[in-house]
């Protein structure tokens, strides 16, 4: 069994159904899914995916880009409202910084005002966060350690950091998701740190539709990643590590159950 504990469903990129997506991942024994909100449109359609698939669940955010148009004092009001709710939220992200040329974007200061306002929350309703890390090192970190005292603790998503930062968030108890990117050949220098850091804080996910896996990225260049591709991602781990690939299906699923409250 593995989980895939970052993917987006429904998107556009998809030229199968929801329930293709879902069912093609169950045949390659994929037995979990975490889909990721990025807005108030996405963690609501997050949301309603849960309800249809028992072995789905979600996180609600807003990526350090998305609603732009709402104030954050709004935007949080309504992450409290989708709370409020009976549903199968486990986490909050996909939130974090985005330090970049992004054409709009928020600037820095309203980045760190929406990712703190967002990690109050994780911290209120006993939620790991889940973070989108973009050049913003130092200031995740420092968040990280101010909340830290406080029972903060998540995920870094799609982990493409040195090992230095990797002891410090490990040090505060986050786990590391790692997805395609670690089958590139840019992506090599990864392999050194799933190699020194514990097997049980290892998470596997896709992040599909994006970062499709190797060979598929070279093979069917341009076609949406999906859930059921996490098995190469683990394949992977297992071949950096030198252990089986059962173990770390068995390994990354407790961890992922584990980070997110999943009986």
């Known amino acids: 069994m593995l989980f895939d504990t970052h993917c987006h469903f429904p998107h556009a990129k998809y030229k199968k159904t929801s329930e293709d997506v879902v069912a093609d991942a169950r045949m390659a024994e994929v037995s979990l899914l975490m889909n990721i909100g990025t807005s108030l449109k996405e963690s609501r359609r997050a949301i309603e995916t849960t309800k249809k698939f028992d072995d789905v669940y979600c996180s609600i955010g807003i990526y350090p880009h998305d609603d732009r148009d709402h104030a954050v004092n709004v935007l949080e009001k309504k992450l409290e409202e989708f709370l409020s709710q009976p549903s199968k939220i486990k986490a909050i992200g996909e939130i974090g910084l985005d ?13 760190l005002e929406l990712f703190e306002i967002q990690i109050q929350l994780a911290v209120k309703n006993h939620l790991p966060i889940v973070i989108h890390n973009r050049n913003g090192d130092k200031e995740v970190l420092e968040l990280v350690e101010k909340y830290s005292k406080d029972g903060l603790t998540g995920v870094c998503h799609c982990f493409t950091q040195d090992w230095e930062y990797a002891k410090k968030m490990l040090d505060f108890e986050f786990y590391l998701g790692f997805g395609g990117i670690i089958t590139y050949q840019s992506g090599e220098y990864l392999s050194e740190i799933i190699k020194k850091m514990p097997l049980d804080r290892v998470l596997v996910e896709t992040d599909s539709p994006y970062l499709l896996p190797e060979p598929l990225r070279t093979q069917n260049k341009g076609e949406a990643n999906e859930p059921q591709n996490v098995v190469l991602v683990a394949q992977k781990i ?14 990354t699923y407790e961890n992922g159950k584990r980070i997110f409250k999943i009986d």
């Open 99 to 111: 330090i970049s040329n992004w054409q709009g974007g928020r600037n820095l200061e309203e980045q």
């Open 238 to 251: 297992a071949e950096i590590r030198s252990v089986s690939y059962d173990e770390v299906c068995k390994i």
